[in-house]
């Protein structure tokens, strides 16, 4: 069966943005800076980000690299510290003059990463070679752009694309090939303003020059250009200057008058009941929000800024809905309050899930009964997998620790004890012990999360096998787990909340008496997948477990793909997984499957879980691919 097409299959490296993160970071030490992917390199302070490009992709390992870190020294050490924010202003307002905006910002954007470039390489000689690769594939490729524009007769890309490889040619350009007659002329002009481009010390300077060459060109170039090679980001510098953030966009201005509450004593608080019409002379003019009132002058409260809440968006379509009322079952009545008391807890902003989820929010389910088709599909898959289930559990049994039963001392047989003092004080002395000896359970607990997300639709079968296999092997070891499938409900994921649906078919407290595992076969697709989230949530989970070995399991297919996470997704689940090694909890992805896989979905599996990963085609290889890999965790927990 074939997957959904995919007209976007670029993935992102997850270790590599971590890396790229924590070199940003340092560089600029501020350490809620982070990195991101976009079409063009750039800073954006206001928002704390280093974006870095796409030119870099496509290359060989070594030269996308250093093409990366290069954008990152560029922007975090280099515009950050060393690039004046107002004169950058000044040109993008000379800018909007001319006919050829576009090529004025882009040369004045080479011209200045040539300024600064200079400046980061004297600072910190380490980062020679980056941009020693950066110019070196840049060259090569505005070499092939002049040729592709010269040749197309596009004049105004294929003069940037020359005057490019100018600033940067290792050696004098003598030639100058024919691109316009008008442009022709201006030749010795121009090659006489772009060589002062190496002596500029500020960004004035880097401006200057700009704006002698656009003026001469303002008049002999009839066309802007059409690509767009650099990009100078007209609002964020505006920002940037003026100092805003998010914060500073909210409304602050005060009130007309300047009265204030008088406070009274305790007890003494007197209360007023008064209608509250919905006109006021402050809104005299009608508007078409409902119920909304932006009032210019009142009293301030003397309640504590700290004490107080700020308003929800939403909740002035509570007014229309308060009146209405029907009859609800206690059922509905609990998941509703359970819904709003984990969006509750999930808004306060602590960001124990991760930045990318602070909207999201747990609905926990619990399996219903089991229909006699799930019992019937939960007999064949246990049939089919009954000699691999042997196989697996001595594994288990193999390479999991057994708990240990404590000494036991006072006893009338067994080892003689060194406090021999009650044999000569006591009638019926207990002067014996016995030393601690291996429980024949297992000391140890798994977590089997499975995603259930449309992408799962043609591995659903297979992975359910698995998850029969694991179960019933863990249930005859009298292995406590838990088996759960997450999945994103798309429908109702807004702006403001994404709800995470996570089922529990196998609870940890029966899943070792549990009769009923015909219950794995209610995990069905469904919509998008939150993978960060749902492992977080799974982790503080088994965080309480008592048990010394911790296992995560998580079957999926490792494409993250919900509202809001498309581009983020692979990197905070990769967080997710790492926060969970670190508190003692050993994550591994199983990914079954009855077809080829193909090689991009490896690279993504990997990116996230590391070399903790098992791709398997068939069940039955499950065991043998498991034990290796389950023996080096161990390992690796000691």
Known sequence: MQRFIQFNDENINSFQLMQLIDLAKTLTKEKEMTVEYSPSNYLDVPEKTI??????????????????ISDVYLRGEGSLNHSDVKEINRFIAFTKTLSIPSFAKQLFMVIEDLRVEEIVKLKRAGTKKAFSTRRRLYRKYFESQLNVHLVKGVTTDALFNLLYLHIFAETPVADWPDIHPEVNLAKPYLTQ??????????????????RNVCEVLDELLRKDMLNEYFHLPEKTMKDWEEGLTFDDLKRKDPLINDDAEKEKPDGEEEAVEEE????????????????????????????????????????????SVQGSTKKSSKNQFDQQEVERKLEEKNDGGSGQYGK???QAYAV????????ADDHAHYQIYRKDITH??????????????????????????????????????????????????????IDATFTLLLDCSASMYDKMDETKKGLVLFHEALKSIQVPHEITGFWEDAAKAGSSKYPSHLKTVIPYDQSIYSQNGAAIMQLQPEEDNRDGYAIRLMTERL????????????FSDGEPAAADYSQNGI????????????QGIQVMNVFLSTSEIPESQKQIIQNIYGKYSLFVQDVQELPDVLFPLLKRLLIKSI
């Not at 965080?543 to 998580?554: A, G, I, M, W």
């Open 388 to 441: 691999y289930q042997k196989k697996l559990q001595k594994m288990i049994e193999k390479t999991l620790d057994h708990k240990k039963i404590l000494p036991r001392t006072h006893l009338v047989k067994g080892r003689l004890s060194k406090k021999l003092i009650p044999f000569f004080t006591d009638e019926q002395p207990r002067v014996f012990y016995k030393k601690n000896e291996e429980s024949p359970k």
């Open 193 to 210: 303003q772009i060589e002062r481009s190496h002596d500029v010390k500020t960004t004035a300077d880097v401006a200057s020059i700009c």
């Open 543 to 554: 965080v309480r477990r008592t048990e010394k070995q911790k296992f995560l399991l998580v």
């Open 276 to 319: 509250f019409k919905s006109w006021h002379r402050e809104t005299e003019e009608k508007g078409e929000s409902f119920l909304q009132f932006d009032l210019e002058a009142g009293t301030k409260t003397s309640i504590q800024a700290d004490a107080a809440r700020e308003g929800d968006d939403q909740e002035q379509a509570l007014g």
């Open 364 to 371: 926990f389910e619990e399996a219903g009964p089991s229909s």
């Open 571 to 582: 990197l905070d689940t990769h967080e997710a997984v790492l926060s969970a090694r670190k």
């Open 51 to 68: 974006f870095v490009s796409h030119f870099w992709d496509h290359r060989s390992a070594e030269d996308e690299w250093q093409g990366l």
């Open 356 to 358: 990318d989820n602070e």
